[in-house]
């Protein structure tokens, strides 16, 4: 390309020069006015020259650009390099093909925007002085400069800057009465008085719609006025791609950009200055498929929770009423807190403390007790009945089956015929039979014998018992019955940390198709155990009596009960611990994750209730065998059924009974692995957030917390670790899950984006409506937990309670407006009771709800999102939550079960429990004092975007639904009518 300039160059340069003598060269020459003609002539000489060289270095870039696709291939023209984008297995949706073809559009024009950049006047007029030396071409006016004395240059520049100035500032003030003209132009009416003028000007800045939309008139005016020709308003008018071609981006970048939202068309909307954490958030990755999330999700739910919570409060409750407050539950608080998780997690997309910093700062530390409960979650439900599957597992492929009943036992139980003392003293192997009036073998009591024998502290009559018949009466594999540590549970809990930390280095995508795997397992083995044990005798009148029983007032007498329930339904889900909100990270921006949400509670309910039911065909046809009634039987498998009913269940099965057994446990096995890898991500990704840590590699930290676990493996594979884990369960699991649950709405309804309702009204009403209501409701609620009233009555005791903080708070704004009638009396006025009601009660979470609506939408009144999660969140769920809070930190001081249990366990449990409450309170208390010290040395730099910078997703036309549009192939083709869109218009 050297060589053709240069030959270019000497070629125009032949043009002027040949006129001239060798003498006068590098001389200044003088001309007069004669001579202009020669002048002009150079002059156009020149501009010939510099547009020749322009058009040479088009045509080299052109067809001497190569386009990197990887490291191996390279093309040397744009046909090629997108003939093979069309052949990759990058595969893209239809929309993100018209994004890339629209980028290779603009690539290809690409030198437009240096020829209209090259030729424009201002911008040639800019000197570009490297070492006091000048650019060829930048400015034809420096020839003549030297050539022609007393020139005015510096005259015309000047006048010339200033019509340019005038020129910009025009077009300033063209867009800003366009941006603004809904505010400001009104039709022209005289004001004759100073309250008119007040009036309309109040309601100008008071209505909502016009605030949404001036929320930068301050900016907007500061830049109009300023001396600089430069200004923002078109920012959001230009396409993006165009900005993305101007900083030399190739189309498959701008492709790939694309694809990190959930519609590829939102690309076009982006603004310039979240270009940079868009290029971290496809660094960090994402799924291709969102069905990622629903098969984590899923396993998490079914790993976790399995049938132990509903099999627990159908026990307790006797019958299935409990099922009702459980769905409110789950709608009024579960799922609001679980759509929070999902979509602040896609958009923040960061762990769960950051994104706790990023809604208020001084909440950070509620994420940080989310990751807490989290950890003390997995490390005491998780990981220890991984390892009892396991140790099942094992069993089952055993010859005879250690919970199945032999000779020996039948013989000594039907010993005693009709001697209901003796029979008794030998439960539960032996059981009375009241119909027969005779003593039968239990076998529901054998398995209870043996789990208890191996997991629970030595008991000298479930040994005397286990005694009888010393062939194969224990699950023991390598370890002894008298040993205090274990083996069998500490060798199989370094097997689920094996596999834990494998699927950790796998990375969840990956895992997630293992997971996909076990659960089509899962979900073909409760079919089956349905089908198998629905064909019992006596399901049938199992069913009957645990669909009949149902007791009404259970509901709205006890408050247990829904205490019970939400706190059950948290735990089944694991919601409110952060596992939801660390994997939607990992989701398309703008995707819809309700859908999910619902999809996983479906399939989680459907797979509890085929176990619950095949559960209950178990008791049925056991007390049908054993001729007793339903209750005595259930005494036993209230807790640990999935260890103590259903082998028992299997083994009437006979043929299938080791086969179901290995399915079972080898996949709930599995399973309960990959749920303890999904909530050890939560702990990876805090751990990577941090600045101290961001250049850690992730490997290292799994390996680090692998340690972690193994070291704590040694503390829960002893005789007393059941009871430790139950006392742990109920101070720490339970109390933390509902405390933290609590917190987020705490957070979300009452505390984010206060100052929003304090500029809407005033500090003192908001203020007196927030103090009354919760000190209120606080009161009443601790004096109903000691009370014997019903439930109902608490609720509408808050009814009133809500009444008389909505009459404090008008009151108090009234106060205000007399004592400030000069500066609030137009504004009190020009404000109506729905719109003071509107801001008092919703003003601040509806900011936030709005933000998510219009970007997982693109419209904020129409979506997902409706106004009854605010509500839930701020109201319903906060009312629930604590009344569930208060009874069960009584039941830490009054339980009958935990002072037992205190006796049982080692003092450093409890020490333990106590010093984890007190470091909870001092962190919420404490943290609000050091954020600037955490901003400093913890929380990532530009790591956060601002939710009105995030885009919203394009609207799709909408054809309205008409039923006659099925009849419209019978009437007259020149009849038919016109069909008819709606387009849903983005706020």
């Known amino acids: 390309m050297l060589k053709i300039l240069k030959c270019h160059f000497k070629k125009k340069v032949k043009v002027y020069s040949d006129g001239n003598d060798n003498e006068d060269r590098g001389k200044i020459v003088k001309y007069n006015g004669d001579e202009n003609t020669l002048l002009k002539s150079e002059n156009t000489s020149i501009k010939k020259m510099r547009s020749v060289l322009y058009e040479e270095s088009i045509n080299f870039s052109e067809s001497n650009t190569y386009y990197k696709s990887t490291n191996i291939h390279n093309y040397n023209n744009i046909n090629a390099y997108s003939d093979y984008i069309k052949k990759s297995k990058y595969a893209r949706t239809y929309e993100q093909e018209n994004i890339y073809n629209e980028a290779l559009n603009l690539y290809n024009n690409r030198n437009t925007y240096k020829k209209k950049r090259y030729f424009n006047d201002f911008?040639?007029?800019?000197?570009?002085?490297?070492?006091?030396?000048?650019?060829?071409?930048?400015?034809?006016?420096?020839?003549?400069e030297y050539q022609i004395e007393g020139s005015n240059n510096d005259l015309d520049k000047k006048i010339l800057n200033e019509n340019i100035y005038k020129i910009r500032k025009r077009e300033q003030s063209i867009l800003f009465h366009n941006k603004y003209k809904e505010l400001f132009s009104e039709s022209k009416i005289n004001m004759k008085t100073i309250n008119e003028t007040h009036n309309r000007r109040k309601t100008c800045k008071r209505d909502t719609k016009e605030k949404v939309k001036s929320t930068n008139l301050l900016c907007d005016i500061k830049e109009l006025n300023s001396f600089s020709d430069t200004n923002s308003f078109d920012e959001k008018d230009e396409n993006f791609l165009e900005k993305l071609i101007k900083l030399q981006y190739t189309p498959e970048q701008i492709s790939q950009l694309s694809d990190l939202f959930e519609n590829p068309k939102?690309?076009?909307?982006?603004?310039?200055?979240?270009?940079?954490?868009?290029?971290?958030?496809?660094?960090?990755?994402?799924?291709?498929?969102?069905?990622?999330?629903?098969?984590?999700?899923?396993?998490?739910?079914?790993g976790v929770g399995n049938i132990e919570t509903i099999w627990f409060l159908m026990s307790t409750w006797h019958g299935v009423i409990f099922i009702l407050p459980y769905i409110l539950c789950y709608s009024f608080v579960c799922h609001p807190i679980l759509s929070f998780e999902l979509y602040i997690?896609?958009?923040v997309r960061t762990s769960a403390p950051f994104v706790f910093y990023r809604l208020l700062k001084q909440s950070a530390s509620v994420g940080f007790l989310m990751v807490l409960t989290c950890l003390i979650n997995s490390y005491i439900n998780s990981y220890r009945t991984a390892a009892e599957y396991f140790i099942y597992l094992v069993n089952s492929f055993k010859k005879e089956l250690p919970w199945k009943l032999n000779s020996v036992e039948i013989d000594f139980c039907t010993s005693f015929k009709n001697d209901f003392v003796s029979c008794h003293k030998y439960r539960p192997l032996c059981l009375f039979s009241k119909s027969t009036s005779s003593c039968v073998p239990n076998n529901l009591g054998k398995a209870y014998l043996i789990y208890q024998n191996k997991f629970f502290p030595k008991n000298e009559l479930y040994n005397s018992l286990l005694n009888i018949n010393k062939n194969n009466s224990y699950i023991n594999i390598f370890s002894r019955s008298e040993s205090y540590i274990d083996k069998d549970t500490l060798f199989f809990l370094f097997v689920c940390n094996f596999l834990v930390t494998i699927f950790q280095l796998f990375g969840l995508t990956n895992f997630a198709f293992c997971s996909a795997l076990v659960l089509l397992l899962i979900g073909f083995l409760s079919i089956t155990q349905f089908a198998t044990m629905f064909n019992l005798s006596g399901a049938t009148q199992a069913y009957s009596h645990v669909l009949k029983s149902w007791e009404i007032s259970y509901i709205y007498t006890y408050s247990s009960i829904w205490s019970q329930c939400v706190s059950f339904a948290l735990y089944e889900l694991s919601i409110g611990i952060g596992i939801y909100s660390s994997l939607a990270t990992k989701s398309r921006i703008g995707t819809n994750l309700a859908f999910d949400g619902y999809a996983i509670?479906?399939?989680?309910?459907?797979?509890?209730?085929?176990?619950?039911?095949?559960?209950?065909?178990?008791?049925?046809?056991?007390?049908?065998?054993?001729?007793?009634?339903?209750?005595d039987i259930l005494e036993y498998s209230r807790k640990d059924c999935s260890f103590v009913l259903f082998p028992v269940g299997f083994t009437y099965l006979k043929k299938m009974e080791?086969?179901?057994?290995?399915?079972?446990?080898?996949?709930?096995?599995?399973?309960?692995?990959?749920?303890?890898?999904?909530?050890?991500?939560?702990?990876?990704?805090?751990?990577?957030?941090?600045?101290?840590?961001?250049?850690?590699?992730?490997?290292?930290?799994?390996?680090?917390?692998?340690?972690?676990?193994f070291l704590a493996s040694f503390f829960i594979s002893n005789t007393d670790s059941k009871n430790v884990i139950w006392f742990l369960t109920f101070t720490i699991s339970e109390n933390g899950r509902v405390f933290v649950a609590l917190s987020i709405c705490v957070i979300l309804g009452?505390?984010?984006?206060?100052?929003?309702?304090?500029?809407?009204?005033?500090?003192?009403?908001?203020?007196?409506?927030?103090?009354?209501?919760?000190?209120?409701?606080i009161i009443v609620s601790v004096l109903f937990n000691y009370l014997s009233y019903h439930i109902y009555v608490l609720y509408l005791c808050r009814l009133i309670i809500f009444l008389i903080s909505t009459i404090v708070a008008l009151l108090a704004l009234k106060i205000e407006v007399h004592l400030n009638k000069n500066e609030m009396e137009f504004f009190y006025k020009n404000l109506t009771y729905k719109d003071i009601l509107y801001t008092l009660y919703l003003g601040n979470i509806e900011s936030l709800r709005k933000e998510l609506q219009r970007i997982i939408s693109g419209n904020v009144y129409i979506g997902n999102i409706s106004m009854f999660w605010s509500i839930s969140i701020k109201y319903i769920a906060t009312s629930i939550l604590l009344s569930a809070l208060i009874e069960f930190v009584d039941g830490i001081f009054y339980s009958t079960e935990i002072k037992e249990k205190v006796k049982l366990i080692p003092k450093g449990w409890v020490i333990f429990s106590i010093c984890f409450w007190i470091f909870t309170f001092l962190l919420l208390l404490m943290f609000p004092f050091f954020t600037n010290l955490f901003e400093k040395y913890c929380a990532p730099d530009d790591y956060f975007v601002d939710f009105e910078l995030l885009p919203s997703k394009p609207l799709k036309e909408i054809q309205n639904f008409n039923l006659l549009s099925y009849f419209y192939e019978f009437k007259n083709i020149n009849k038919k009518k016109k069909k008819k869109f709606s387009l849903i218009r983005n706020n």
């Open 123 to 144: 911008y040639a007029n800019i000197r570009k002085n490297i070492r006091k030396s000048e650019f060829f071409g930048d400015n034809n006016g420096y020839i003549e």
């Open 266 to 302: 939102t690309l076009k909307n982006v603004n310039v200055k979240i270009l940079k954490w868009l290029n971290n958030q496809l660094n960090n990755g994402y799924w291709l498929e969102r069905f990622s999330l629903f098969l984590l999700g899923l396993t998490i739910a079914i």
């Open 345 to 347: 997690g896609q958009l």
């Open 601 to 631: 509670t479906i399939w989680n309910s459907i797979i509890s209730a085929l176990m619950f039911f095949s559960a209950v065909a178990v008791i049925g046809f056991i007390s049908k065998s054993l001729n007793s009634n339903f209750v």
């Open 658 to 709: 080791k086969t179901l057994c290995m399915l079972y446990y080898g996949s709930y096995a599995v399973l309960s692995c990959a749920s303890l890898a999904i909530q050890y991500e939560v702990l990876v990704m805090t751990i990577k957030d941090f600045k101290f840590s961001k250049n850690k590699k992730k490997r290292t930290i799994i390996l680090t917390l692998s340690i972690f676990f």
């Open 750 to 777: 009452w505390l984010y984006n206060i100052q929003a309702q304090f500029k809407a009204l005033t500090t003192i009403c908001v203020l007196s409506f927030n103090i009354t209501f919760w000190i209120l409701n």
